[in-house]
């Protein structure tokens, strides 16, 4: 293995075997899910976890998610009502993210929740990450496979650019579908906006409009504990080493215009105005723009609804004084 970066094996059967190995070995490994790249570790270990958290850098009292195969490999972790139950039954495997009461028995590291009384726990949708929780027989605990507070990875090349000589695996099984992260929910709160939207999660066939309990008072900031009870809330996260204007409808000297629609700029995340597009092609085009040669970077309007909220939430994140 080179001293600086991590080895690149394409996804299969060798490279999950290897994968797993790491793992049982106490070890992270970086790996695709549907939304972003992930750092996954042993979540009973808790040096292994320890690990995830030194290779990211990531603040000690921002808890991780933990990823299980099943709802029923869930259940024996954290403790779920009937509403919890259902959007299980409706989105699993997926992009959604449930924070749960956690089960005194659940063997799950302390470090994964931070201290807390609850779990987040979320059942992927990908092939790669759904092989190395068979072949290592544990529950994972994957953050993004990124250093903590910079942009999230959604290609193999990301995270070994962004994890050179933190970790020793990367699995390669191309760009992420989703681009962004889960969407994390709470009782009927959002935590997190994600590619499942609150009309997705709470329109089911047969059932009507559930009102939402906004976030209140102010984000946590950046070196705080204080308002952190899921992944993803810190104030400034996801951010690019530039300064990052929001909203722009045209170029500013310096400046490396990313698109949308009809703003075309330097890169775009969609021509057509695509949300969905917009939100797979987000974290790729600020690496590409952080990686430019413009001192600075600005992203066109993105309208707030459906997955555009998601997209907003991690722009103004991004956006957050350091």
């Known amino acids: 293995m080179s001293p600086t970066n991590p080895r690149i094996l394409p996804y299969g059967a060798a ?14 490994v970086a790996m695709p899910t549907e939304t972003v790249y992930g750092l996954a570790a042993d979540a009973t270990d808790s040096r292994a976890v320890a690990g995830i958290y030194e290779a990211k850098g990531r603040p000690s009292f921002n808890p991780l998610i933990v990823h299980v195969p099943d709802l029923a490999a869930a259940e024996r972790i954290a ?3 009937e509403a919890a139950h259902d959007l299980a039954t409706r989105f699993w495997p997926g992009p959604l993210t449930l924070v749960l009461p956690l089960r005194e028995d659940a063997g799950i590291a302390a470090l994964v929740t931070a201290g807390l009384d609850t779990i987040a726990i979320r059942v992927p949708d990908h092939r790669a990450m759904q092989a190395l929780l068979a072949a290592a027989g544990v529950p994972l605990a994957a953050p993004s496979a990124n ?11 990301h995270v070994a650019a962004s994890l050179a000589g933190r970790i020793p695996l990367v699995i390669d099984d191309g760009a992420t579908p989703a681009g962004v992260e889960s969407t994390i929910v ?33 984000r946590p900031s950046p070196g705080s504990s204080e308002g ?6 810190l104030a400034s996260h996801y951010a690019p ?3 990052l204007r929001l909203d722009a409808t045209e170029r500013r000297d310096g400046e490396w215009l990313i698109g949308f629609g009809a703003i075309a ?3 775009t995340l969609s021509a057509s105005g695509d949300l969905i597009e917009a939100a797979a092609n987000l974290f790729d085009a600020l690496h590409r723009a952080d990686a430019g040669p413009a001192a600075a970077i600005a992203v066109a309007p993105i309208p707030e609804t459906g997955i555009g909220i998601a997209i907003n939430d991690r722009l103004r994140r991004a956006a957050h004084p350091r």
């Open 15 to 28: 490279a999950i075997a290897e994968a797993a190995a790491v793992i049982r070995a106490g070890g992270c």
């Open 79 to 81: 403790v779920f009502d």
């Open 147 to 157: 250093a903590s507070g910079s942009i999230s990875p959604t290609r193999a090349a």
């Open 186 to 218: 709470r009782g009927n709160r959002v935590l997190r906006p994600g590619p499942l939207s609150q009309a997705d999660l709470f329109r089911g066939e047969g059932r009507g409009p559930v009102t939402m309990q906004p976030e209140t008072g102010p």
């Open 228 to 233: 952190v009870t899921a992944p993803g809330q």
């Open 241 to 243: 080493g530039k300064l």
């Open 265 to 267: 700029g330097d890169d």
